[in-house]
């Protein structure tokens, strides 16, 4: 406690100074005093005497006082710093000034500090300038009462000499003699007596010192008041003299056992003493007093004085410790030699506790010299304490090694028992003494002997000095050991056990693979069936571990009740060694005698996620093989791995169906596997199987009788049917044809057929058969167009044929003018102004008298985003293929799931046309009755791939709004999907200059890549998302090739930017648009919703828009497994949570620690949010709807989310990504 003080009161001396300007007298000089004081402080603390003289001549106040009264003379005294003492008392630093301590009480002077320091220097200093050696504190405490209780004997000394009152009581009547005797301080007590101290001052009950010292049983301090004539009659207020408690004292021991017998014995010593001293026969006992006290202080003429007047040289203490123990044990060797000298010494005298000989303390110490005088005095060498531990034991367990030598050259024996049957071998090796087991070793120790059953370690014994070694790891003893001639390197404990057991379990790998060169067994086991390397496994060393897997252990040991390695680190939580055997190939799946598997087993929430992982991939990896042995394994083991997810919304099913193994798949079904379930992008089986163009599954599948075969899926919502075709695969087509239940009419997206795809791509046959199967002839995309109007633009002439032949009406499609044609001048009245939405295709009134082939007819379009690029270059019917691009169209990576990987026709028409919603056709203009004739002239626009910078021009006519320049570059086919330095395009500059009038010319007339993506992996709906300007947002959105869910460099959608930045119109324009996935989760595992709940109230709008979404889910758990309710709970934000609740958030879902919102809210302390969720969660148990909240700012949301398509990039990237 005095150290704590002493640091409180060092850490808060310039704060408690700074603060002590509030005590000032002129309040209108309070601030400028205050920084004068603390300027003061600051200099005194930092010993910069001369400014803090120059501070006090600017006024200031060398005793301004802190909130408690304290000046900087008591900090200064406290804390020890002479020289500030010296420099304040110079500068008439107030002596007298008076605290209050959070320690010593109030009333405290700088003395009562210095004192309580114990600083006789600051103490002189303190007298010499006047302090007060009476002063009193709140308790009447003097300094004096302060020095005599805590033993500061040349502070007491100091204190008399000054005046100090002797005999001056406190509040409870105490003088500093009640102290020291209370403590037991002879030395002091004498001096006070010697000092005219009164023996039979009574304090407040009535007690004297003596009752004190015999409360205490200070045997010394007891001999010596009676000595100086204290009164062993006095009775307190309890009727009681110090004898007559010391009575009390003993009968209590006996009958309750307490104090211990140790105490009681020293009852009966203070009862002798007190029948001595009635007998008159003191005097011995004064005398022994004075000798024990004359060898603690080492005053040698006063022991060689005490010995002539007859003290007894064999006298015991209270411990029963002799004059010569204490002597040895203070290493006081001129009088060590004096008692030898003694006649009649007990050089063998044990003391009472532990038996101990002075020989067995000097060797446990070291101490040569006194050893050697011991043993030539006729020390036992062989002398056992209560343990039967000699001399020699001692100094091998301490590692004295010239003290070992010398008792074994005196006669101890080398190989010494004690009761527990340890040497000092043992005790060496034991140690990592290496001198010292090298010199027993020499001297013949046995290094095989076993010791016996102690409170060491375990129960039992048996261990050789090898086996401690191996437990304590010194790894030279352990090496002296095995080098020894006739070790047992195999050596078994009580429990069976080796040394390499014990290396094991404590994690020595130097030790073990020293011991594994010099023939340790590996496999030996003991009595509980482990191997040393379960226990390396129980103990969690993973080091070790390894080690022994390389050395060929069994890594699936078994121990006597069925348990593997796995099974055991498991238990132990073990996280590095369960990670280490599941690496090579530990079985997961064995069970012990009770039937438990490894992660049945396991001790925290850590383990479990490792082994659900390894469990995870274990069943990918079989599926992929088509190892039914590894799914059986599962299932047999109480995995329901049937319907459980390998990754977010990908099933067992969906994984045997991408992997081509059908075995598996008609396994799955027969167990019960959902045939229609939907994985992330709302794609089912039947959808793998048709764009894997898998027969024999399309074949196993079609069995079910419960598939869905018209089931949209993908995030385009196309059928397996459609799918198949958009591939190529041309067979699976015909048998999802061919099946009753296929509906060939059914719609995709843009209301687009599977006679649109199969005549788009130029399937002949596929066409047939679709018209065989009623086909409508005439179905009609969004934008009107037909299959026959895509056969003519493909220049399918045998499908138009047959399809006019089915009755395909023919209504061509508006062709767009030649750009080089167009007359723009209107456009560019104003330069600078934007023209409307419909402006650039007003320029087709005036040119539909124009001939010729439109050489700006939009690219192929179909649902795979990367058809659109300029970078692969159109190959027109007839051409040969650019064998100078640098591009491989076949070789390019697709971003998306739908793109055509399968066989091609010779030729390929233009993919379908996707008119971009929200761009429609200029009303003025009658498209079916004003078609332009083509020009026969007119030259196709080749696209400049070779162009990669983004020229400056193109982006001034993108802000300028220039449609005349844009044109232009159209027309020289400049790759309008370059990028400048931050690797935006074309399309983010528009974005950037709020330009939605640019951004829809660009969908019309060139082939822009509307998901391309800058440095940052921002594509420009991101861009336009951070901006917050919804019209930019619904423009790029109007076109169908917009991904709404790419990721960037950050993983966040644009979904993700427009929450995180609060932009509400734009978070409901992307909720209003039905490819958005509003539930994709960033790296962190957070959907936008868990960013706006972040946000509390300053995201409730945000929140809401998004709540709106009916493809919202909820309650979709991040990384943690907290939904947004959670966040919210734990926030204690009671009006988000009321949003989430009306918006169908459940407050049941427990994250990965197993805790529900209400668990959340309720270890915050938030009790009305408290109250909130419990009763929705009642409500939720009860099957009930929600009530909704007054407090609630929302006016309607949807209770229930729907499954929503997810983004084609992340579909693209397999099924097995972001597991």
Not at 173 to 185: F, I, K, R, V
Not at 691 to 718: F, Y
Not at 1101 to 1115: M, Q, T
Request: net charge negative; aromatic share 4%; with cysteine.
């Amino acid at each position: 406690m005095y150290a704590l003080l002493i640091a409180t009161v060092a850490s808060l001396w310039v704060v408690q100074q700074g603060n002590s300007s509030q005590q000032s007298d002129n309040k209108q000089d309070d601030s400028v005093r205050a920084g004068k004081n603390l300027d003061f402080s600051i200099a005194i603390k930092n010993k910069n005497w001369w400014y803090a003289e120059k501070l006090l001549k600017k006024g200031a106040n060398v005793d301004t006082k802190d909130e408690n009264g304290r000046t900087p003379l008591h900090l200064a005294a406290l804390c020890g710093d002479k020289e500030a003492v010296e420099f304040l008392l110079a500068h008439g630093a107030d002596v007298h000034a008076t605290c209050t301590d959070p320690i010593l009480g109030a009333n405290i002077t700088p003395l009562h500090n210095a004192v309580y320091r114990g600083d006789l220097e600051i103490v002189v200093l303190l007298v010499e300038h006047n302090a007060d050696v009476n002063a009193e504190d709140s308790k009447n405490c003097t300094p004096l009462h302060n020095a005599a209780g805590n033993g500061r004997e040349d502070m007491a000394i100091f204190l008399l000499d000054n005046g100090a009152s002797v005999n001056a009581q406190d509040k409870d009547g105490q003088t500093p003699l009640h102290g020291a005797a209370y403590s037991g301080l002879p030395s002091i007590v004498e001096l006070l007596l010697d000092r005219g101290a009164k023996t039979d001052e009574r304090d407040k009950d009535g007690r004297t010192a003596l009752h004190l010292a015999v409360d205490k049983a200070n045997l010394d301090v007891v001999v010596l008041l009676l000595d100086r004539g204290a009164k062993p009659d006095v009775k307190d207020n309890e009727k009681k003299t110090p004898l007559e408690w010391v009575s009390f004292y003993k009968k209590e021991g006996e009958k309750n056992k307490t104090p211990e017998k140790t105490n009681l014995r020293k009852w009966e010593k203070v009862i002798k003493i007190f029948e001595l001293n009635k007998q008159g026969k003191l005097g011995d006992l004064v005398r022994n007093s004075k000798l024990f006290n004359a060898i603690q202080n080492g005053d040698l003429e006063a022991v060689q004085q005490l010995l002539n007047e007859g003290a007894d040289i064999n006298a015991k203490d209270n411990s029963d410790q002799t004059p010569l123990f204490i002597a040895v044990s203070k290493k006081e060797t001129e009088i060590i030699k004096l008692l030898l000298d003694t006649k009649g010494i007990a050089v063998n005298a044990k003391n009472q506790e532990a038996e101990r000989t002075s020989l067995h303390v000097a060797a446990r110490d070291g101490f040569y010299d006194i050893v050697k005088l011991l043993v030539e005095k006729e020390a036992d060498v062989q002398a056992g304490d209560k343990h039967r531990s000699t001399p020699l034991h001692y100094a091998a367990s301490n590692g004295k090694i010239d003290v070992v030598e010398f008792l074994v050259e005196s006669g101890a024996k080398v190989d010494a028992k004690s009761i527990y049957a340890d040497t000092p071998l043992h005790n060496a090796s034991e140690h990592g003494h290496y001198e010292i087991v090298k010199f027993l070793i020499e001297k013949e120790a046995d290094v095989n002997a076993k010791d016996r059953s102690s409170n060491v370690m375990v129960a039992r014994g048996g261990r050789t000095p090898l086996h401690w070694a191996a437990y304590n790891g010194p790894i030279r003893i352990v090496e002296l050991l095995l080098d020894t001639k006739g070790i047992v390197v195999n050596a078994r404990d009580d429990d069976n056990r080796t040394p390499l057991h014990w290396a094991s379990e404590r994690g020595h790998t130097g030790v073990a693979r020293l011991l594994f060169e010099r023939g340790a067994d590996r496999n030996a086991i003991d009595n509980n069936g482990r191997t040393p390397l379960l226990l390396a496994v129980f103990w969690g060393a993973p080091e070790m571990v390894e080690l022994f897997l390389e050395r060929g252990a069994d890594r699936n040991a078994r121990d006597n009740n069925g348990r593997t390695l796995l099974h055991l680190a498991a238990a132990r939580g073990a996280t590095e060694v369960v990670k280490l055997l599941l690496e090579r190939g530990a079985d997961v799946y064995v069970k012990d005698q009770e039937g438990q598997t490894p992660w049945n087993c396991a001790a925290n929430e850590e383990i479990v996620e490792i082994f659900e992982l390894h469990l995870r991939k274990d069943r990918v990896n079989a599926i992929q093989k088509g190892d039914l042995d590894i799914v059986q394994k599962q299932l047999d083991s109480g995995l329901n791995i049937i319907n459980a997810q390998c990754g977010p919304n990908v099933m067992p099913l969906h994984l045997a169906v991408v992997y081509k193994q059908p075995k598996i798949v008609k396994f799955f079904l027969t167990c019960g596997a959902n045939v229609n379930a939907k994985s992330i992008d709302d794609s089912t089986s039947l959808h793998f199987a048709a764009e894997n163009n898998d027969s024999d599954t399309i074949k196993i599948l079609l069995d079910e009788k419960e598939i869905q075969i018209n089931e949209k899926g993908t995030n385009l919502g196309v059928t397996p049917l459609q799918l198949a075709i958009i591939n190529g695969h041309i067979e699976v087509a015909l048998l999802l044809i061919a099946d009753k239940r296929n509906k060939v009419n059914e719609e995709g997206p843009d209301k687009t057929t599977a006679l649109h795809w199969a005549v788009n791509f130029g399937f002949l046959d596929l066409v047939k058969v679709l018209l065989d199967h009623g086909a409508d002839v005439n179905a009609k995309c969004t934008d009107g167009t037909t299959p026959l109007q895509l056969a003519k633009d493909g220049g399918h002439t045998k499908i138009a044929e047959i399809l006019a032949t089915h009755g395909a009406i023919d209504e061509t499609p508006f062709v767009l003018p030649p750009l080089e044609n167009v007359d723009v001048e209107h456009l560019q009245a104003e330069p600078n102004a934007n023209p409307g939405p419909n402006k650039a295709l007003e320029v087709q009134e005036s040119n539909e008298t124009q001939e010729g082939p439109n050489p700006n007819e939009k690219l192929n379009e179909g649902p795979n985003e990367t058809t659109a690029s300029p970078e692969s270059n159109e190959i027109q019917e007839g051409q040969e293929p650019n064998e100078d691009s640098n591009e491989d169209p076949e070789g390019q990576e697709s971003k998306e799931p739908l793109e055509v990987q399968g066989p091609k026709p010779d030729t390929e028409g233009p993919k379908l046309s996707t008119n971009p919603e929200g761009l429609e056709p200029n009303p003025d203009i009658d498209v079916q009755n004003n078609e332009p004739e083509p020009a026969p002239n007119a030259e196709p626009v080749v696209v400049n791939t070779r162009l990669e910078i983004l020229p400056r021009e193109m982006i001034y006519a993108v802000m300028d709004g220039n449609f005349v320049k844009l044109q232009s570059f159209l027309a020289n086919g400049d790759n309008v999907n370059a990028k400048d330095k931050e690797g935006k395009t074309l399309l983010h500059s528009a974005v950037r200059h709020d330009k939605p009038e640019v951004i829809e010319f660009l969908f019309r007339y060139a082939p822009i890549d509307p998901n391309a993506l800058d440095k940052d992996g921002n594509t420009p709906l991101h861009c336009a998302a951070r901006s917050g300007n919804a019209k930019l947002v619904e423009t790029l959105l109007g076109d169908i090739r917009t991904n709404p869910n790419t990721l960037n460099r950050d993983g966040n959608t644009a979904l993700h930017t427009a929450t995180r930045l609060k932009n509400v119109d734009a978070i409901r324009a992307l909720g209003n648009c039905a490819r958005t996935d509003p539930n994709i989760t960033d790296r962190g595992g957070q959907t936008p919703l868990h960013c706006a709940t972040r946000q509390g109230k300053e995201g409730l709008a945000s929140g809401d828009a998004l709540l709106k979404c009916n493809r919202i889910k909820p309650n979709t758990p991040d990384k943690a497994g907290k939904t947004p309710l959670h966040l919210a709970a734990a926030a204690g934000d009671i009006e988000t949570s009321q949003h989430l609740i009306v918006g169908g958030a459940n407050p049941n879902v427990q994250d990965l620690s197993r805790r529900t919102p209400v668990d959340r809210v309720s270890k915050k302390g938030h009790s009305e949010l408290a109250k909130l969720l419990q009763v929705e969660e009642q409500r939720a148990n009860d099957g009930k709807t929600h009530v909704k909240l007054e407090s609630s700012s929302s006016s309607s949301f949807p209770s229930n989310a729907i499954d929503s398509a997810n983004s084609r990039e992340q579909r693209a990237k397999g099924p097995l990504q972001g597991q």
